[in-house]
């Protein structure tokens, strides 16, 4: 072979081999990484609707909660629709329960997305309301780990940041009084930093920080420091009982138009302005429960249909005396309300599913979260707009009050507060004291607060939970399982909890 | 004209050249038919020509002794010494089965004598004979290994290709090469007719694809036309009528109420019919909503070539209306194509190819719960086929919906543009050392609109629409292929035949896509359904976009040597980088080896006896597949963060962190192991292959691995990592055996038949004890499973036995209230599994899996006189089905099999009682499993050959008609619409939702060639 042609042969084999690996190397188009983050006053903000978002998963918390007591059934289609839901309403519940897995997974999602902001808290980006936004984020912290002690008991904690992968098998449970140390510690350093006004509606303020930091307190039988803070969401004067003011009518308490009004210490927020499917419940903007909750079929006026699950037992309702305002608000009671409208020539009709005695039909539905007339996006069931009220007034009220007489600190002031909410519910003040007065105090919390989630946590933090609830059993159900997954995650890290 | 004037130049030319040592005549073939473009070169010198169109050819300056040979694709070589001869006739004969056919198999080419990898081929020819739809079609049954099972019926539908059974979780499409580049568009927008051959390989013979081969590479090749043809024209037209293969026995209006009654009543609830004789409706769902269309093809192309040059033309339309929807479901493919080849000098040979393709469809809901399909087989028969708002009708929960009605408010327009093509250049710089550059490239986009009239199906029906909406999306593709690879190709001593090639690879992809949707179209019509004519304001008013890009750099060598064409070795090496891969597995290697021994070359061995041929062949390696989801490796801020701020509550948006990154990540791993044997008997009428496969898929992708809900993946839009976490086997033997015979001058036969076994195993999961997917009912838990020691999508459910016949039966049994319900007579009895004396869902165990033990394929073509007849008909037999089509809800209408229920002891052992009340019988157990083991003859087809003096009157040089079935005929005891109901998928496939039913399609066709 001639040379030059030995010249162009390696020249050509050289070709073949001139491009660098460089070449598959290149940067993400248009995609934010996380080292290129927290770098504004707009990524601070930006992070903290990301870390507000995960509170609207917390349907699964309200209506599972509602389902555990002794005030609803689980319904739904079937004696077999959301096995979960129908196997804690009959306490029969177990470490292999998705939703149960749900709520763990949503309030840590919660818990992760509020850590991710407090671990950059100290950067060196630096602007007015910056501190306003580290607050909120220890606010929401202590609102989603807060909710996980109520369902689990212990759960691991990191205050100093988000978990990092492998840190479920390293990281331990904590105890309750551990977990419940942070969450006033969060609480605590947020409310300085927050505003009496929140900076926007649906935001957190100093006072919401305030009632959940009593509300913790009483879980933990602090009653004087629950006293306390609770008496000083009172005192502000920012907030009264829906319905005693001029224009305003108490039934209304839960339309839409009434949504972030005068009783409202902390609400979370909803909207039917976006789609969702069942494939992401929690990605849904819209308060799935409501859909859940809805009459199955229903064709008629003022509501919309839905799945027919939550459904109110003829005890629940026979708790209300017959002048109570608050039965109406919150009981709808399907056969009188057909039979009305039949009255004035409007047919309505609507479908039964589940009728199983223990946790099917019962002829009510929880008429505070069924789907009003509305014009949301598909899937309709899941995205009704009715906002969530976590924190209401006349909660606190009840609150203060029984803190008050089970601290034995003020028996006529808790009084006072209670009547407050009998009078607006249109009953009789109480001039009970001591026990009697507390027993008051409890049923009225049960029928003012009925429908909305909390009933099952004041049983079990009142250890009265095995009396009320057909199934429960001490030293077990006062927590629910962690998820099975979970602990296999944790390889042995994470103990179950007693009896499960 | 141009003929007279070539034979004079001609004459005048042999005539110039006449002397001594020069030597002429005529090739021609069996049937003493000239044969132009005939190779003839002398042995052990750079002297040859070919032949011209008539045949015709002239050798110069030879010597005594020289060997002449003649070689021609498709016919036996032959060598004949010069001995003086002036005029020198030769005829070839056709090599039966060609061993000398040229098989690509990637960056080059071998003959099936010399492969030593695991490799299958349909040509042309077969292509022909099938008229497929799709080139997948040509595929199913015809390659042992591949099974080949269509997504759906609805025209347009892509077929799922599965070469050597499931390996991976993810993907496991095989790698589509079109013409040397990787071609993602699909088989469904190539015209089949412009095929002409596809390769399969199926062992570590394709690691010179390395990270992109491990799932198998189809290797398709275009017609190419050929040097000195006279330019041919060819129309192929066919005309088909479409049925459904299949109606669903389902119940009349009397048997549905009648037995709707006697569920109500043995719940102990009021009759939904107190009178069932003054039901007004009796309507055959099925029978309104299916219906026949038509589907027409027309393809025309002209090919030919000069001395030097060659070059393809061809154009194509296909139309598909669907039997579900008719136009609403529609398909349309318009492909044009240009080849050009010219050798423009002795030493450089260019060519290119463009080919575009135009698809449109329209989009019916066909696939899933709320199908129209679906909607057809539960809404219940009393109802009208005129009432398109159930309300007032019987409760048929918020999924059922009126099937017509839905068709009438479907409105979408899908409609994708492609464009594909690639320049390549020869360079021959040296004797035997080829350098090839080329340039490859395809260009696609997608416009897709999609309408949502404001509709009211009835209260809270999951499709009604308050307001009305359009989505329109807009997509890019664009990916080049730039090659740069050496081949030497070189003889030593008459022994050693080396061939080394080695080269460098460059591949890019970039994608970008805008997304738009906007609320009130004005007139809710589709005539104005466009995001600029949408008046709609608010919230609902959204847009997207993404930017994708993909890049790859790779250097393979390959070096092939033979000793004595006796003793065959190759091995092969692939370095692959790829912004795909983590920083911590920046670079992959794939190495493999392959080895043949062809026994029938020993002097011992007499080829003449019964085995003609005889090889023994093996191979080994390692490939990739590196389905990573892009910047896997990377934690970004893509995580929803959506809440609802201020008075007016405005949706306001955020940001968050995405799915969990993991560093580590990197490709699937398949090791792969092969022994093949290839045998040709009794006077090379039988062609025998046997193989046995092993494939081990290591480090196995799984995506969203679960992961603690403490690390926050279970928050919108993020998700867990994507992590190398399983290991899956599949092994098995492929045997496929072709015999022809021309029996006769008037008769000829060829029969063919292959089968493959394959065993699937789930050998290792990290991180999990199993995966799960797929669907079952509303609300259960999830039925198909990924375990170690199980087939990969294994159905994970109650085992049954039998139904409760007494109440003594049901109190001797452990308790089912854990199910939901305490049992009852007549209800399902469940066997309690694991023995602890309760049924629960710790009972559930494998019901079955989605992978067939078998697939099988037969065909048969017989030629008799003018007259083709040819059948193909392919198998699956061992997998099993989930029949998931019934919605379980109180008042849908059920399967015919449910009057054979029971209704007393001794009634029926297998149908559950009805009942409205609580029950357990719907929880997934095997009473949903079912077996899908099939026999489909999927084509038969006649054919006429119209005789010379017919088609010369019109100038034709060849006349076809033939009338075809497809989807004849499908043996099975399967009760759902179609046993090849799959979506594929690893984890949930098997799993029939409604599926839409491959049509059966009666074909008229017409080939003319002129």
Redesign the interface.
Known sequence: ?KLY?VI??IC??G???S???E????D????????A?FLSQG?F?????????????TYANVILGEIASDNTHAGG???????GW?QVDRM?HTE?N?NL??I???N??????TS?IIENADNEVEFDSKAQIIAEAKFLRAYFNFELVKWFGGI?IKPEG????G??RSIPRSTVEEVYAYIENDLIQAIPDLAEQAP????ASKFAAQALLGKVYLYQDKFAESAQELQAVINSGQYHLYGTQEGEDFLNLFEFFV??GPESVFEI???G??GAGFG?L??S?GNVAVGFS?V????GPVF????GFNLPTQEAVDAFSDNDLRKQLTILDIEAWVADFQDQGVPV?Y?IG???PQT?HTGFYNRKYLPREN?N?????LTH?NNYRAIRYADVLLMAAEALNRGGIDDALARDYLNQVRERAGLAPTDASGSVLLETIYLDRRLELMGEGHRFFDLVRTGRAASFIDGFQENKNEVFPI?L??I???QGNWEQNTGY | MNKWIYLLVFSITTSIAFSQNTVSGTVVDDASIPIPGVNISVKGTTQGTITDFDGNYTLEGLELDQVIVFSYVGFKTQEITYTGQTTLNVQLVESAEALDEIVVIGYGASSKRMITGAVSTVNAESIEDLEPLNAANALQGTTAGVNVLQGSGAPGAESNIRIRGISSNGNNAPLIILDGFQYDGGLNSINPQDIESITVLKDAQAAIYGSIGANGVILIETKKGSFNQSPTVNYNTYYGIQETSRTLPLLNATEYTLLLNESYANAGQALPFPNVNNIENDTDWQDEVFDTAAITSHNFSIQGGSEKTRYVMSASNLQQDGIVGQEKSSFDRTTVRLFVNSEVRDFLTVSANAIHTTNRSRGLNTFGLGSVLFNAANIAPIISPDRDNLDGTIDLGNEVVNPLTQINQTFNDFESNRLSGNFKADLEYAKDFVLTARYGFNFSNLNNREFFPEFDYGNGKVFSRPENQVNQNQQEFYDYTFDLFHTIDKTIADYHDIKFTAGMTVFRTHGEGLFASRTGVPNNSFGFADVGQATGTGDDQTNGSFVSELRRLSYFGRVEYAFKDKYLFSGMLRRDTSSLFGPNNQVGWFPSATAGWIISEEDFFNSDGIFNFIKLRGSYGGLGNDQIPANGFLSLLVGEAEYVLGQEQELVNGQALGPLANPDIKWETAVKTNVGLDLRLFDRALDVTIDYYNDERRDLLIGGIPTSGILGTSAPASSPPTKNAGTVTNSGIEVSFNYSKDVSKDFSFAVGFNFATINNEVTEIIDAEFLEGGQFGVGQPLPSRMEVGQPLGYFYGLKTDGIFQTQAEVDAHPSQLSLGAEAQPGDIRFVDVNGDGIINDEDRTNIGDPIPDVTMGFNLSLNYKNFEFNTYAFGNYGNEIVRNFERDQVNVNVMRRRLDRWTGPGTSNVEPRVTSGINTNKVFSDYFVEDGSFLRIQTISLGYNFPEKIYSKIGASSIKIYTKVDNAFTFTEYSGYDPTASTGAPIGGGIDFGFYPIPRIYTLGLNVKF
């Open positions: 072979m042609k162009i042969a050509l084999v070709m073949c081999f491009c660098s690996d070449f598959a190397l290149p993400p188009p248009f995609a934010v990484t996380s080292d983050f990524d903000e930006n992070s903290l609707i990301g870390a507000y978002d995960p509170l609207q998963a289609e079937s004696a077999t629709d959301v096995i129908q029969i292999v998705d897995d749900d763990w997974d949503f840590f999602a919660g818990v992760y997305r991710y691991p988000k978990f990092e992968l840190e479920e926007q509606v649906g935001r949504e972030n927020q909803y909207t302005a976006q992401c929690q990605c903007e809805g199955r079929g229903y064709n919309e249909s839905g799945f009709t479908n589940n009728q199983d099917g014009d996006l598909p899937d309709v069931n707009p998820p997954e979970e296999q995650f944790a």
